[in-house]
């Protein structure tokens, strides 16, 4: 900003020397000599508030910098927050977030953990996710977001994510290696859970790429390989919902699963990626 420190308008050269100077010139130059002050005094206050400072935290409110380059930067952390009911997990409180699921596996089915705070559309946002699991049991993580935002998925997490599935008929009772709720033996009503998905096709079928075995309908009779797709051989339909914003399980408190949590436009659409399960 232009300044308003006016300096030129001081006289250097009154009073003269050796004459009899008129007191105007004297308050003329007192006048110009106080405005500029306070101008000062107000330039000086705005930089205070305004600038950025090393000795304390600094809100930047979204404006640009540009052209710089980062070395030793460090990102914010929200860190080993127990997890005992739906939580928000609010873009402000880090880019590095952990939690420890806590909650009473007797009293909850699972928690929702919503994506919360996210700027507004036209910025990129990135959150890293690390979950572990109280006393290494299997609980279970629905994934929402506010503004009712679409979840998409990357191969890795497909690969590991949990589907439900609403089965329509009853299934022979038998095991399944790889499916971690074994969908055998259960009747027509129930809701199953199969981990490892690899895909499923645009009316929603699952097809089970990655989970060897196979199992009987007791309806028809049918023998169906995990390799065919289920539910056209199968009258098991996916529940959507579920689907556009799928849960998983985290079972063990020695083993971080970590995620990247990402979005472009607000939170509607919102990106998740399984960055890896890290054992110590």
Known sequence: MASNINFQDVNEA??????????????????????????????????????????????????????????????GTNLGTSILANTSIEYNRGHYQSFILGYSVDNLQNVVLQFTNWPDSGQYAKIWVQLVSQDNLPRRVLWD???????????????????YLDIDEDLSTGTVPGVGTSILGQSSGATATIIGIDTADDNNRLIL????????????????????????????????????????????????????????????????????????
Do not use: H, W
């Open 14 to 75: 009154y009073p003269v020397a050796g004459v009899d100077n008129d007191s105007q010139g004297f308050r003329d130059n007192f006048g110009t000599i106080k405005n500029s002050l306070s101008a000062a005094k107000t330039e000086v206050e705005e930089l205070q508030s305004t600038t950025v400072k090393n000795n304390a935290d600094n809100i930047m409110n979204f404006n640009k910098i540009q052209q710089v380059e980062l070395v030793q930067a460090q990102f």
């Open 145 to 163: 977001t506010e503004q009712s935002g679409i979840f998409k998925f990357s191969d890795n997490y497909k690969n590991y994510l949990t589907a």
């Open 209 to 280: 790429n990655n989970v060897k075995g196979s199992f009987v309908d007791t309806v028809g009779g049918e023998t169906i390989t995990a390799q065919e797709n289920l539910l056209s051989k199968q009258n098991i339909t996916m529940n959507s919902n579920n689907y556009t914003a799928p849960s998983c399980i985290i079972d063990s408190v020695n083993e971080e699963t970590v995620f990247e949590v990402s979005t472009f436009n607000g939170g509607n659409d919102v990106y998740i990626d399984l960055k890896g399960k890290f054992s110590f």
